[in-house]
């Protein structure tokens, strides 16, 4: 209907640096950390204590440049290419699920699910790549003009089209967690960005008893959830509670300031995925209450700065694409640590920046270089903004640059 | 509807909210298993990882009264594998099965397990554990390591194996003084405490506590290692002449109770464990219920005195047979006599001993059994004690009374019939039989003392009395075989008749002998018991020797000086035995003569000793009991003497130690 809005022209001011020093502050953490967590295992799998360390020093480093890349990049750059990203995650995922006969060596099998490809020298989780796309997908899905006039047709059906056919691909691997943090963080963005509260909460309330349904179609689910054994894992010491239980020894062990770095005990074989979902265990070990919550607390600031640079963004396309990458990060963060904590039922979430691990740890890097971009744009003088398409009233905030006298207001709160 | 943009705004800000509420909230999780749980998590953590690796104690020995050993712990290694450190299952399988002649493919299974630690060999020999060192040293036998280890060792083999049990390969005590005082020599283990990782390896990082181990007592017994093996070689020989089914001789202090000597047979190796056949391993001396027969005499004459019914002058008319409710009772011989209760004693005399039991009745002769600790166990320091068994007093009639009162249908276990009998010897004082004398600390301090019962049970005047009856008994009873030249000696000959099933079984006996020496004041009381002797049954023919042939040695290593002089010694005479001399002692007047050099008869034939004697003019004297080759000979080798003169000598098994 309305044509596609020129791509409107920013300045550029400095990122947001707060944000960068949390992501910097986790990094380090993390790969000092995964060093301390795997050495033990790397000595006896491999002989060579620094065999871990050395590929997550790799993978920061084609983080990092993946990061710097998407930071130099214009934030619409990725909207443009949807066309492409799109179709490319999606077949991606429809790969995971094709019969083995078909995909053969490209898609290994293990414990039980299909989640990585095998591309030789680098093994790729589609399901990673898929999250900033779907981002990306949903907040150009909702800065369409005149998407709002018709929020049902326009947002809600088709954003909830698309979030199904993500999360039902990625069930089908199957990895429900990561599904169901997709499947969130895509519902969130509609909430935020513009679909209706009546449209949403009746979907919030089919979503549970079918989410529930599908979360015990598996029986190892349903056994994990049956007994409650992640509030109190004693309950159920054998199976996914002993690991729950040994990471309680190791957080419990830390006390207040921790073993030491490098000292952890729990690590020693005991605990098993030291290095990998439950490295959070560890750094509670060694490093103690204080070592903690320093890092819920990096998570606290990314996840304020993030926001924050939602808030600040300067269209709704930018606004959304922010608000996308930093939840799905802060949730990840959340569900890990309460899975850690036993607060939480046992699933295999990675903890952003500080696990170990190839292609998750380098999008999330590239995650960040996407909000790093969008933290530094600033909109150019009011005349230029694009205002008439918009409804009158203060939509979109950002547009209001530092001229409008509705963000005016808000900017310093 | 809100406007758009302020409804994003608002959404967002709520959802920030929302998550740094969860950020607190976990949080307060994390102070709650940090600081609320953390101390009970970091304990069950602990408890996980932490191992106990023992030291063990090293078990306490057992020495003799004089300190020598006859047990020790000597450290031995074990062989053990770390299967999965071992390369070449196949490879080195073979060669230990070669080492330690076992089948390859149970050490294959050892090799494949899947564990850290598993033992191969516990108790290698000395050869063995070279030939793995050995190896090691060339760098073969990856994966295969030794380790230190204790091991018992009884040094003297299967001497007084009976009373001192074993112990098993881990440091407990299975039988005997091993089991019956476990706990005071195997010590309290040590332990080293530390935390492994999951592979069961010590973490550096972690504390280790270190529990040193606490070394068992040393266990010093009554026993005098010299006294066993001159018990020990004479009952060989004893068995070796009668043929017995098994046979036992106990020496004991008389004063204290301490057993100066125990020895059974058959024995065993206690170095074999419980490879050993149980039933050599039987101590039957405490273990067994036993007719007494004859040796239980005295106690009837001891109660009958105390009482106050007779004096060993009390004349007494044997008719040779009685009857007593129906049943007749009859002597051995059934031969009466006219004489005294001294003579009923001396003729050993059923007939005597039942009336003294029928006047006795049923209230007090009960009452000295009991007071004889005859009703209950000794308490003696071994395990599996019994007691013995009597028709139930209040069934008692005077036809058990007087079958009783000479030592048949009633059942003792030999341990308390010595007991009961060295009342007598020791004045009337009923003391418990006991091995142990006390316990030392490693150091040598005397940690504890074991305090025996002691019971004053008869007037010393009576059993003096009952002494000096005994001792006619061997001058001129049945005992006449036990007598020993240079002392006056005590005893009671008994032969029991075997019951088996409640049926007495023909031509079965025990033969015993239970004396005393020297009387006055004895020192020790032996018991001697022959089961199932073949040829010759009667405890005065088989029992009373063996005791003739012990006491002289044991009296003389305790330094008792003879009372009598040789020509005024005990009749020696009994069958095949000549009257005893003592030509090594210069009595009476030295003849002026030159004398005879007595060759070395050691080792020799009877016949070869009898010949060469012959040619030099000297006679030859046997001492009854022993067979084979000449063991001893008195006077020794190369002592001079008058020509036509005795040389005694002792025949025994060749093979054994020969002394002089």
């Known amino acids: 209907m309305a044509a596609r809005p020129s791509a409107p022209s920013y300045t550029t001011g400095t990122p947001d640096f707060v944000l960068l020093l949390a992501v910097a502050g986790l990094l380090g953490i993390g790969v000092v950390m995964v060093y301390s967590s795997s050495f033990y295992l790397a000595e006896e799998l491999t002989g060579d204590q620094l065999h871990f360390l050395k590929r997550e020093l790799l993978n920061l480093a084609l983080g990092l440049v993946a990061m710097g890349g998407a930071y130099l990049l214009p934030p619409r750059f990725w909207a443009r290419r949807l066309g492409l990203l799109f179709p490319l995650a999606l077949g991606l995922l429809v790969i995971l699920i094709l019969p083995s006969w078909l995909v053969g060596p490209l898609v290994p099998v293990w414990q039980g699910a299909r989640r990585w490809l095998n591309l030789g020298v680098i093994s790729l989780q589609p399901s990673e790549l898929m999250k900033p796309v779907l981002v990306i997908f949903l907040a150009r899905l909702m800065d369409r003009p005149g998407a709002h006039r018709d929020p049902w047709r326009r947002i809600t059906l088709p954003g909830l089209i698309i979030i199904g056919l993500v999360f039902l691909l990625i069930f089908l691997q199957p990895n429900f967690s990561t599904a169901a943090i997709i499947a969130m963080t895509g519902f969130l963005m509609l909430l935020v960005g513009g679909a209706p509260w009546y449209h949403l909460l009746p979907l919030a309330a089919l979503a549970l008893p079918v989410g529930y349904w599908l979360l015990v179609s598996e029986d190892y689910r349903a056994r994990r959830l049956e007994v409650a054994s992640w509030l109190n894992p004693w309950l159920d010491p054998t199976d996914s509670g002993y690991h729950v239980i040994q990471g309680l020894y190791a957080i419990g062990t830390g006390g207040l300031f921790g073993v030491g770095l490098g000292r952890s005990r729990q690590k020693l074989g005991w605990l098993p995925e030291q290095y990998g979902d439950w490295i959070f265990a560890v750094l509670a070990e060694e490093l103690g209450f204080v070592g903690a919550v320093t890092v819920i607390l990096l998570f606290a600031i990314f996840v304020w700065r993030g926001y924050r640079v939602a808030l600040r963004a300067p269209d709704r396309y930018s606004q959304l694409v922010a608000f996308g990458l930093t939840t799905f990060i802060g949730l990840q963060s959340l569900i890990n640590i309460a899975v850690v904590t036993a607060t939480f039922m046992p699933t295999g979430v990675p903890l952003p920046f500080i696990t170990y691990g190839g292609s998750s740890l380098a999008i999330t890097l590239m995650d960040v270089g996407i909000l790093l971009s969008i933290s530094r744009l600033r909109a150019q003088a009011p005349a230029t903004a694009p205002e008439p398409i918009y409804p009158p009233g203060g939509y979109p905030i950002g547009t209001g640059g530092f001229g409008s006298p509705v963000s005016a207001g808000l900017r310093r709160r | ?660």
């Not at chain 2, 078990?59 to 770390?82: C, F, K, S």
């Not at chain 2, 059993?463 to 030249?485: I, N, Y």
Request: with cysteine.
């Open chain 2, 1 to 660: 509807m809100a406007v758009p943009g302020r409804a994003t705004r608002r959404r967002i800000v709520a959802l920030l909210a929302l998550y740094l509420a969860a950020a607190a909230g976990l949080t307060g999780r994390i102070a709650y298993w940090q600081l609320v749980r953390g101390e009970e998590l970091s304990r069950k953590g602990e408890a996980i990882r932490r191992t106990e690796s023992r030291i063990r104690a090293h078990r306490g020995p057992i020495v003799d009264r004089n300190g020598q050993p006859l047990a020790v712990t000597v450290t031995a290694e074990a062989i053990w594998a770390n299967p999965r450190d071992v390369e070449d299952k196949e490879g080195t399988a073979a060669i230990l099965a070669a080492i330690l002649q076992r089948d390859v493919s149970d050490i294959l299974q050892l090799l494949q397990k899947k564990t850290f630690h598993v033992y191969i060999a516990r108790r290698p020999t000395e050869a063995q554990v070279a030939q793995v060192r050995a190896y090691k040293a060339r760098g073969q036998l990856k994966g295969i390591e030794l380790e230190p280890g204790a091991r018992r060792v009884y040094p003297e083999g299967d001497l007084a194996a009976h009373i001192l049990g074993f112990a098993g390969i881990d440091n407990q005590g299975l039988e005997g003084l091993e089991l019956r005082y476990d706990e005071q020599l195997r010590g309290q283990d040590g332990a080293v405490l530390y935390e492994k990782d999951a592979r069961g390896y010590q973490i550096p990082e972690a504390p280790r506590t270190i529990e040193p181990p606490v070394p068992g007592l040393t266990l010093v017994l009554t026993i005098d290692k010299s006294l066993q093996l001159v018990v020990e070689q004479a009952l060989d020989r004893t068995l070796d002449l009668t043929q017995a089914r098994r046979a036992a001789i106990m020496v004991m202090e008389t004063a204290t109770g301490g057993l100066l000597a125990v020895a059974a047979r058959p024995a065993f190796d206690p170095n074999a464990g419980g490879n050993s056949d149980p039933a050599l391993r039987r101590m039957w001396l405490v273990a067994d219920q036993l007719s007494p027969g004859s040796v239980f005499k005295p106690v009837t004459m001891a109660a009958y005195l105390e009482e106050g019914l007779g004096t060993p002058d009390t004349p007494f008319s044997d008719p040779g047979c009685f009857l007593v409710l129906g049943e007749q009772i009859c002597n051995w011989n059934h031969q009466g006599f006219h004489g005294t209760l001294t003579d009923v004693m001396r003729n050993s005399s059923n007939v005597g001993f039942a009336t003294l039991g029928i006047r006795l009745g049923r209230d007090r002769f009960y009452k000295w059994l009991d007071r004889f600790n005859l009703t209950r166990p000794t308490g003696i320091d071994l395990p599996g004690e019994a007691r013995g068994a009597q028709v139930p007093k209040e069934r008692a009639t005077d036809l058990d009374l007087a079958v009783q009162a000479f030592g048949q249908t009633l059942t003792v276990t030999p341990v308390q019939m010595l007991a009961a009998v060295n009342a007598i010897a020791n004045d009337g004082c009923w003391v418990q039989p006991h091995l142990a004398r006390e316990f030392r600390t490693p150091d040598g301090e005397v940690a504890f003392r074991p305090q025996p019962v002691r019971r004053c049970i008869l007037s010393p005047e009576t059993a003096r009395q009952v002494q000096r009856m005994m001792t006619e008994v061997v001058r001129a009873g049945t005992g006449r075989s036990a007598a020993v030249p240079g002392h006056e000696v005590a005893g009671k000959t008994g032969t029991a008749e075997k019951f088996e099933g409640g049926r007495k079984v023909e031509g079965k006996y025990i033969a015993s002998f239970l004396g005393f020496a020297p009387v006055p004041n004895p020192r020790v009381t032996v018991l001697i018991m022959i089961d199932e002797p073949q040829g010759l049954t009667y405890g005065g023919q088989v029992a009373a020797p063996v005791f003739s042939q012990i006491i002289g040695d044991i009296l003389r290593y305790l330094e008792v000086p003879p009372t009598a002089g040789p020509g005024e010694s005990g009749a020696l005479s009994g069958s095949g035995a000549g009257r005893a001399q003592d030509p090594g002692t210069p009595a009476g007047a030295a003849p002026a003569t030159v004398g005879v050099r007595v060759p070395d008869l050691r080792g020799r034939t009877l016949r070869e000793a009898a010949d060469l004697l012959a040619g030099l003019g000297l006679s030859l004297e046997l001492t009854p009991g022993g067979s084979g080759v000449v063991m001893r000979q008195e006077p020794g080798p190369g002592v001079t003497v008058a020509p036509g003169g005795r040389v005694r000598v002792w025949l025994g098994s060749s093979g054994g130690p020969v002394s002089g």
